[in-house]
């Protein structure tokens, strides 16, 4: 169907919603999607030398990347050189370095609602995607304003640009001392330094610098460097002698960091000149600066001892004291012991005389985990520079809180591992439960507070599961041997209790798309998906408006899924023929939902399959809401709906839950590696080349799934937003890509 709504189609309007009439035939349409998304191409060159003898040795190795994305204008350049060394002076001391350096730039795609990747599921087919620019070098429209549609992704990609760049180095001096033959020292210091540069814009003409109450009008840009310096360092002393079959070793040690990070941010509107990205270019009055300095000091104080007994009973006890620069000087230092237990009984003379049992042990353990605030100075309430008239202090929207304490997880877990047939066979087994006390999270607050954030200790989660590892060599030759191994693993978290009176509590970042969100309620999953459906009397029919015919919605958030699966499994095997190698990977996974918002953003614009029967009349099953909808007799619903005609049944009156997709599931073959080794013999004469091997791997090559959706595995959001964050919501994504790549390895 083209563009439009009602059912008439007129070729020179240009929409992006189409509730028009069937594109008449013959009329020329473009595939946009595929001059947008093109073929990556990444490249990976390395090298290394090393040297020395038993007192000295070094190793330098570079390693240089480039990667272009499936996204015009996306890609990743990096060079990576690392100087490893060690020595050993006399007979009591060794001491090791390394230096790393680590230069990279990224240029990115902005995410979200008004994303390329968005944009281009609604452009026009009757439109060239690739015919960007007009005449006089300007955003070509759609229709007829800058602000009342999303930039041509191709456009987007040229003229808003969004990349950062990082300066690195990492060092590390670490050394061993034995002072008799049961005491010895070790210890460590480093640093980690780097800058970052970041800046993001949007182009004068861009649809984000001319939309309403937009941010960036006339153009905007957004520029931060950031400088960060970590100093860290350990001491441990070692005491380790037997006595007999009793086996002790203790632990002392202290371990210390200082992170300290300065961040200066600008931003500035109204473009002088439209393609000079530069805070320089922006109106003067338009401009704002902010300077961070934020410093955190940690300190833990270690003990440990493991007391072992005739290499079959193992015991480690552990207590650990932190103090932290993040929490109220109340609060600032707290403990954290731990205890763990194996007993490994394929030692015990019964089990010894069982040739087919290599390996049995027994493990169990119990231990407590301290974490601080990871923000900090957020114990008091900040006061903010104003950038209204007349300047001054304002209050900050994050309420302080001088009674924060740290969040504490007690950890139980229980295994076994066995090996049998001299390894041939092993398996390993792993259930845990893990209870999280005062998580610190920053809820939204009642604006009675005055603010609208604060970090407090939260509630209670549980998360319990299991881990199952086996491993097997079905064949072992001479010429050919056959490796396979499973992992099997399976989590479930819940919400336990929420402070206050708190039933609930939700995640505003995953907020991306129409009302659903990640949302917890007591009692209920932490990888839950909420919104709001449709509002049923109290038999639990729909409620129909007698104005249109169309269902209404409830204002009230309910759970309507759970992106968690049921389990994972991951399974490899690897072949050797002589001089070839064969591996290859599955991942498998079973069960857990996915908010498909891709599909529900292209259904709201009458883009979806399942749009496709808009010309057929309904009645929808529910009940008038006349004020008799929940007494004996209430009105049925005999209002007709034409969707072609009333275009709302689509773009407004859906049911979100309809686009959580149930109990999805996935094999996938992720990963396929051929290697071949030259032949020894190859090299015999050469006093240059030692060594060559050549290989070509395949990744996500084969993807069987009931998802309808382009892949399964989605994340709305980064890894930054934290938790389950945006696992599990489809908006905008584009899959994993199918990559290729050939590599040569060369010893000399």
């Known amino acids: ?141 759609v229709g007829t304003s800058l602000g009342g549609e999303l930039d041509n992704p191709l456009w987007a990609m040229e003229n808003n640009p969004n990349w950062d760049k990082v300066n690195r180095v990492i060092t590390n001096v670490n050394f061993r001392y034995t002072a008799t033959d049961w005491l010895s020292f070790q210890g460590a210091v480093g640093a980690d330094i780097y800058s970052m540069q970041i800046l993001g ?25 950031q400088n960060s310096r970590l100093f860290n360092g350990n001491l441990f002393a070692i005491a380790k002698k037997d006595f007999g079959k009793f086996k002790p070793v203790i632990r002392l040690g202290l371990d210390a960091s200082d992170n300290s990070v300065q961040t200066n941010s600008q931003f500035g509107t109204r473009f002088y000149q439209p393609n000079f990205y530069s805070l320089n270019n922006t109106d003067p009055t338009t401009q704002r600066v902010a300077y961070q300095d934020v410093l955190i000091r940690k300190m833990g104080a270690i003990a440990q001892a493991e007391l072992g007994y005739d290499d079959m009973l193992y015991l480690t006890l552990t207590g650990r004291q932190d103090f932290t620069s993040t929490l109220p000087i109340d609060n600032y230092t707290f403990f954290y012991p731990s205890a763990a237990l194996s007993f490994v009984f394929s030692e015990l003379p019964v089990f010894k005389k069982m040739a087919w049992l290599s390996e049995g042990k027994l493990r169990g353990g119990w231990a407590q985990t301290g974490k601080d605030a990871r923000t900090a100075y957020i114990t008091k309430t900040k006061l903010i520079a104003q950038g209204t008239t007349g300047g001054g202090f304002g209050v900050d929207v994050t309420l302080g809180n001088p009674n924060l304490k740290a969040e504490f997880t007690t950890s139980i877990d229980l295994g076994i591992d ?32 005055g603010a609208i954030l604060a970090y407090i200790n939260s509630g209670k989660i ?27 693993t399976r989590t479930k978290g819940k919400l336990t209790a929420l402070p206050g009176d708190q039933e609930t509590f939700y995640v505003s970042d995953s907020w991306l798309f129409d009302n659903v969100r990640r949302q917890y309620f007591v009692g209920s999953s932490i990888s839950g998906l909420s919104s709001q459906e449709y509002m049923r009397n109290k038999n639990g ?73 808009r010309e057929e009349p309904r009645i929808i099953k529910g009940v008038l809401r006349d004020g008799l909808e929940n007494t004996a007799n209430p009105t049925q619903n005999n209002i007709v709906v034409i969707p072609y005609i009333t275009t709302s049944y689509y773009s407004t009156s859906f049911n979100t839950i309809d ?61 930054a937003s934290g938790g389950t964050g945006g696992s599990g919501i489809d908006f905008g994504s584009f899959g994993q890509p199918r990559s290729f790549s050939l590599g040569v390895r060369v010893g000399f």
């Open 1 to 141: 169907y083209g563009g439009g709504a009602g059912g008439i189609f007129d070729e020179e309007v240009r929409t992006r919603t189409y509730f028009g009439a069937k594109y008449p035939e013959g009329l020329k349409r473009y595939d946009n999607l595929d001059a947008f998304y093109g073929t990556g191409f990444a490249q990976r060159h390395s090298a290394s030398i090393e040297g020395g003898n038993e007192a000295l040795s070094l190793r330098l190795g570079v390693l240089y990347n480039n990667n272009k994305g499936p996204i015009q204008g996306t890609d990743n350049e990096s060079i990576n050189i690392k100087l490893t060394g060690s020595s050993k002076i006399g007979s009591k001391l060794t001491i090791g370095s390394y230096l790393n350096m680590i230069s990279q730039k990224t240029n990115k795609t902005y995410k979200g609602s008004g994303s390329p990747m968005i944009s281009v599921l609604s452009w026009p087919s009757l439109i060239d995607i690739r015919d960007r620019y007009t005449a006089t070098g300007d955003r070509r429209l």
């Open 201 to 225: 814009a949007y182009h004068p003409q861009s649809y984000n610098a001319n939309v309403a109450s937009s941010a960036y009008s006339g153009g905007g840009i957004n520029t931060s460097a």
């Open 418 to 449: 066995l090996g049998f047939f001299n390894n041939r066979l092993s398996a390993n087994f792993s259930y845990y439960k893990l209870t999280s006390d005062g998580q610190i999270t920053a809820p939204r607050l009642s604006y009675a507070t």
């Open 462 to 488: 549980v998360n319990q599961g299991f881990e199952l590892s086996l491993k097997g060599s079905p064949i072992r030759k001479p010429d050919f041997t056959w490796d396979v191994g499973v992992n099997m």
């Open 541 to 613: 029919e729909i409620l129909i408006s007698p104005g249109n015919g169309l269902p209404i919605k409830d204002s009230n958030w309910t759970q309507i899924g759970d992106t968690n699966p049921d389990f994972g499994i991951g399974l490899t095997n690897n072949f050797t023929y002589k001089n070839f190698n064969l591996s290859f990977l599955f991942d498998i996974r079973k069960g857990g939902d996915i908010y498909n918002a891709t599909e529900l953003y292209l259904y709201a614009r009458g883009l979806s399959k399942t749009s496709l029967d």
């Open 659 to 719: 686009f959580i997709e149930k109990d999805i599931n996935w094999i996938r073959l992720k990963d396929v590696t051929l290697g071949y080794n030259l032949p020894k013999s190859v090299f015999a004469n050469s006093k240059t080349f030692k060594s060559a091997s050549v290989f070509f791997t395949g990744t996500d090559l084969w993807l069987l799934t009931n998802y309808t959706g382009v892949d399964p595995s989605v994340n709305g959001l980064s890894a």
